[in-house]
């Protein structure tokens, strides 16, 4: 056994050393200025972050201090809330906006780009993988069109906590260093209905390996630029895909390689897709330029928690209209977004026919993975029959019958006893705490569910699964603990009334989501009746 000793940890913020390969290898816009402006032929534009009146550090992860090798004490340190905030910048930092397009709501928009958002540079981490950082809500840039870039206290503070819930929960996502209020004041109009505030303005730094999206692809094939599209692809694959990148010599990649690329790419989102499913995760703007090339879940705006199962909610209003975002479709609506990458690669590979492959194969991947995720959550080994199979959408046609909370039933079905000769309704017990309206369950809605739970009780006795080590393997993939909506808002209420340490005691619950944690029941439990309707608990608007 050989002991390493642990890196020292950086104690001050000039110590920290960036290498920015996205900068150094990608063409950069040549106009230094930031007014908005349509870029051509490169992929971003040097931009510094808008100095803000008064930072001040809300909240800060220590899963990231720790990956980042940063000292605890740095967080206590102001120039770390000036330097994450947007107000001071580091040598060796190279701040700039992707340039990038989008499909929003299924039609093209055209240049988008880091409205709002500004990285700063690369880092590298304790286990040797670049990370990128970057500010959200740092000030304007050339790509923010009619905007402001800048960002509200409570879209930031959905964003800090729900990318490090999300990472605990083990769905893959972009990171959060840091939220700093900025002591600036946002102008807002939440709901789009004429009462514009101001609210206070906060910046988050997000960490992720690579900020790029489809829509970093799309905006090149859009404009025939296919030079800068091979370049940016060539780099993605060298710097993200090393196993892909192996044996593909230096410099260019072979048409074959750029077909595997997608094919990866494919894979990647149908992985991050099924694990929202398995969690309960909407997204809310599934638009190409919010989908990660590395299949991360990015850019959290109007995104929400099943409470009660409806595969048909959207926490988006403004997709109230057509809903195109709920649960449900995200697989599907992933596939069209897969699609549109396979669009914009195709003047790199020359044919239709290796990237229509690759995107057949999203449907049985997805459904291959769909099928584990599911057999797990009802601690099966797999769905190996017909019968299994079965179960796995007659659990999910139970989570429909009546307003049934998602998290706590799955956490209560790993309670329930298979034995044989136990009387039905006796069964079924454990489930009625997952109920909204339990004077709604009717006899019917019971005999439903028991013929359900009566035939997973059978099959769980004829694969001899003991209840004890099921419950504890369901309790590994059913987590007790979302960063329900509701939860998120208060403690958004309490950081606007001054009480910031609200965020950092939801995320301590958050950081084990599948451990029962006794003393904190109220966390676990169904969304109360005062949350169903309020704005911001069930309702979220594209405004923050
Ligand atoms: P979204 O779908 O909310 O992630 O954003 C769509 C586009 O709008 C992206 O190009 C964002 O950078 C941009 N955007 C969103 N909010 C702002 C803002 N407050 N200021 C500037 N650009 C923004
Ligand atoms: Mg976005």
């Not at 039609?107 to 950082?133: C, F, P, Y």
């Not at 859009?222 to 196993?243: C, E, K, N």
């Not at 099921?470 to 309790?475: I, L, P, V, W």
């Amino acid at each position: 056994m050989s002991i390493t000793a642990a890196p020292t940890p950086i104690g001050s913020l000039d110590q920290l050393s960036f290498d920015n390969r996205f900068t150094a290898a990608l063409p950069a816009d040549p106009d230094a200025g930031n007014n908005r402006r349509q870029v051509v032929g490169a992929c971003y534009s040097r931009v510094e972050p808008t100095p803000v009146p008064a930072p001040h550090l809300l909240a800060h992860s220590a899963e990231i201090f720790d990956l980042l090798g940063f000292d605890t004490d740095l967080a206590s340190n102001p120039e770390f809330a000036a330097v994450f905030g947007g107000s001071t910048l580091l040598d060796g930092m190279d701040p700039h906006a992707h340039c990038y397009g989008g499909h929003q709501f299924g039609n093209w928009a055209g240049q988008l780009g880091d409205g709002r958002a500004i990285a700063l540079g690369e880092v590298v981490d304790r286990n040797g993988q670049h990370q990128t950082l970057q500010l959200k809500g740092a000030g304007p840039t050339p790509y923010s069109r009619t905007a402001d870039g800048l960002a509200v206290l409570r879209s930031s503070v959905r964003e800090f906590l729900c990318s490090e819930a999300m990472a605990h929960l083990g769905v893959p996502t972009t990171r959060a260093l840091s939220l700093v209020a900025t002591g600036g004041m946002v102008m807002r109009d939440m709901l789009y209905d004429g009462n514009a505030e101001l609210e206070p303005g906060a910046v988050v730094c997000r960490v992720a390996p690579s900020f790029v999206r489809f829509g970093n692809f799309e905006i090149f094939a859009s404009r025939g630029d296919i030079d800068t599209l091979r370049t940016l692809t060539d780099f993605v694959i060298s710097t993200d895909f090393p196993d892909l990148a192996a044996g593909a010599g230096s410099g260019r990649s072979s048409p074959e390689r750029y077909a595997q690329f997608f094919a990866e790419v494919v894979r990647h989102t149908a992985d991050m897709v099924c694990e929202w499913l398995r969690v309960g995760f909407v997204h809310g703007v599934m638009n190409t330029d919010n989908m990660s090339i590395l299949g991360l879940t990015i850019d959290y705006g109007p995104y929400g928690w099943l409470d009660n199962y409806d595969p048909d909610w959207t926490p988006n209003t403004t997709d109230a209209a057509h809903r195109r975002y709920r649960f449900g479709t995200q697989p599907a609506v992933a596939q069209w977004n897969l699609m549109q990458l396979a669009n914009a690669l195709y003047p790199l590979v020359g044919e239709a026919e290796p990237l229509q492959a690759a995107l057949d194969g999203y449907v049985p991947y997805f459904e291959a993975q769909w099928s584990v995720m599911m057999a797990a959550k009802l601690g099966l080994p797999a769905l190996e029959t017909e019968a299994d199979r079965e179960l796995a959408n007659g659990v999910l046609e139970v989570l429909r019958l009546v307003e049934t909370d998602m998290t706590v039933f799955w956490r209560r079905l790993a309670i329930v006893d298979t034995a044989e000769g136990i009387d039905p309704a006796e069964r079924i017990a454990p489930l009625a705490d997952a109920y909204y309206q339990p004077s709604e369950v009717t006899d019917e809605h019971r005999s439903a569910t028991s013929e359900f739970v009566e035939r997973y009780a059978a099959r769980l006795r004829a694969l001899g699964i003991a209840d004890a080590a099921r419950g504890g393997a369901m309790n590994r993939v059913n987590p007790k603990y979302v960063l329900r909506n509701y939860l998120a808002q208060l403690a958004i209420d309490a950081a606007t009334g001054g009480r910031p340490e609200a965020i950092n005691e939801l995320l301590d619950v958050m950081r084990r989501p599948y451990d029962d944690q006794p003393d904190r029941e109220f966390y676990a439990a169904v969304r109360p009746d005062w949350a169903r309707t309020r704005v911001g608990c069930s309702q979220l608007s594209c405004s923050s």
